[in-house]
């Protein structure tokens, strides 16, 4: 949509402006309105991009799509080996796409959902999951890195802060030396947008001083930061790539590079999300309630708590333990 509808063309507001000169600026605030975070933008551009030329490529139309060309664009799509969260995704798209153009989506009709379920019962719905490291591991891993290096005091920062403050890996990439505030406490960290925080509201998470200086994820900050003013870095990101022989550069660290990190320095099995999903493991296993925890992941519900807990062993967080016998 690139204009407002004009419901008045010539009511003035105030001695100069006319309701006709907000129109741009209401365009772009709409336009924004539908957007969502950035990977999710990709994603649905992607998948509806795969809808349409499979449309085209049958004879269909892909707006306004009928039941019948949904259902079997995803019985294709579950065909090909597709999982069911992809399935799900693509599904969303077209039915956002059907909402923006004011018409009615197919993903509503009964018998469809009836597919989808039969779908998911079908293939499973358990998605590949980051794993969880252990406390243990993870203090014996982020030790044994050698600070000596630059990249090596980057890297233990980033991974404490990404444990403690239980970042996803975009909301690390964007952080900026402006997004700190330390206290006696120990670290405020500004938030200023994340995915389950698109309107900019004021969000914050807070890091606190640990007894070991070894795994402070404080004071690796400020490591980290002493080192960023010692090349005159005083704004700006807070993570930073480096050029070959430990120059440091000008450029931000990627989400990508992130996640290489925390293979290289936590082995291959883990990812950058493995840094939330073991925050949440290992709060939930010392007792943790979820108000606790999703006052720092930023979470909005339990479910997705219980989501990301990962408690594999059999022998975690069982109440055969507290019968008493």
């Given at each position: 949509?690139?204009?407002?509808?004009?419901?008045?063309?010539?009511?003035?507001?105030?001695?100069?402006?006319?309701?006709?000169?907000?129109?741009?600026?209401?365009a772009r605030?709409?336009?924004?309105?539908?957007?969502?975070?950035?990977?999710t933008?990709?994603?649905?551009?992607?998948?509806?991009?795969?809808?349409?030329?499979?449309?085209?490529?049958?004879g269909?139309?892909a707006?306004?799509?009928?039941?019948?060309?949904?259902?079997?664009?995803?019985t294709s799509?579950?065909?090909?080996?597709?999982?069911?969260?992809?399935?799900?995704?693509?599904?969303?798209?077209?039915?956002?796409?059907?909402?923006?153009?004011?018409?009615?989506?197919?993903?509503?009709?009964?018998?469809?959902?009836?597919?989808?379920?039969?779908?998911?019962?079908?293939k499973?719905?358990?998605?590949?999951?980051?794993?969880?490291?252990?406390?243990v591991?993870?203090?014996?891993?982020?030790?044994?890195?050698?600070t000596?290096?630059?990249?090596?005091?980057?890297?233990?920062?980033?991974?404490?802060?990404?444990?403690?403050g239980?970042?996803?890996?975009?909301?690390?990439?964007?952080?900026?030396?402006?997004?700190?505030?330390?206290?006696?406490?120990?670290?405020?960290?500004?938030?200023?947008?994340?995915k389950?925080?698109q309107?900019?509201?004021a969000?914050?998470?807070?890091?606190?001083?640990?007894?070991?200086?070894?795994?402070?994820?404080?004071?690796?900050?400020?490591?980290?930061?002493?080192?960023?003013?010692?090349?005159?870095?005083?704004?700006?990101?807070?993570?930073?790539?480096?050029?070959?022989?430990?120059r440091?550069?000008?450029?931000?660290?990627?989400?990508?590079?992130?996640?290489?990190?925390?293979?290289?320095?936590?082995?291959?099995?883990?990812?950058?999300?493995?840094?939330?999903?073991?925050?949440v493991?290992?709060?939930?296993?010392?007792?943790?309630?979820?108000?606790?925890?999703?006052?720092?992941?930023?979470?909005k519900?339990?479910?997705?708590?219980?989501?990301?807990?990962?408690?594999?062993?059999?022998?975690?967080h069982?109440?055969?333990?507290?019968?008493?016998?």
């Amino acid at each position: 949509m690139s204009t407002l509808p004009k419901f008045v063309t010539s009511q003035a507001i105030g001695a100069v402006r006319h309701i006709d000169d907000y129109a741009e600026a209401g365009a772009r605030y709409l336009n924004t309105g539908q957007q969502g975070a950035v990977n999710t933008q990709r994603a649905y551009s992607g998948d509806w991009r795969r809808f349409t030329t499979w449309c085209r490529e049958h004879g269909r139309e892909a707006l306004p799509a009928d039941v019948p060309t949904l259902a079997a664009f995803v019985t294709s799509l579950a065909e090909a080996g597709k999982k069911v969260a992809t399935i799900q995704r693509h599904c969303a798209t077209v039915s956002k796409a059907h909402q923006l153009a004011g018409l009615p989506t197919p993903t509503d009709d009964r018998q469809f959902k009836t597919l989808l379920e039969g779908i998911s019962r079908e293939k499973g719905v358990k998605q590949k999951q980051a794993p969880a490291f252990t406390l243990v591991y993870f203090k014996r891993a982020v030790q044994g890195i050698d600070t000596e290096r630059p990249d090596g005091v980057r890297d233990r920062a980033l991974l404490l802060l990404g444990l403690a403050g239980a970042f996803r890996r975009d909301e690390l990439a964007s952080l900026d030396l402006a997004h700190l505030r330390f206290d006696d406490d120990g670290l405020v960290v500004e938030l200023p947008k994340s995915k389950t925080n698109q309107k900019g509201e004021a969000e914050e998470k807070a890091i606190f001083f640990a007894p070991d200086r070894r795994s402070c994820p404080v004071r690796a900050v400020k490591d980290w930061l002493e080192l960023l003013h010692q090349h005159g870095r005083t704004s700006g990101p807070l993570f930073l790539s480096f050029h070959k022989g430990q120059r440091l550069s000008r450029r931000r660290l990627s989400t990508f590079s992130l996640n290489e990190i925390v293979q290289l320095r936590l082995g291959a099995p883990y990812t950058a999300h493995s840094l939330r999903a073991s925050f949440v493991t290992i709060a939930k296993l010392n007792g943790a309630d979820d108000a606790e925890v999703m006052n720092q992941t930023k979470h909005k519900t339990t479910d997705m708590i219980r989501r990301y807990t990962r408690l594999d062993n059999i022998r975690q967080h069982n109440a055969a333990q507290k019968l008493g016998l």
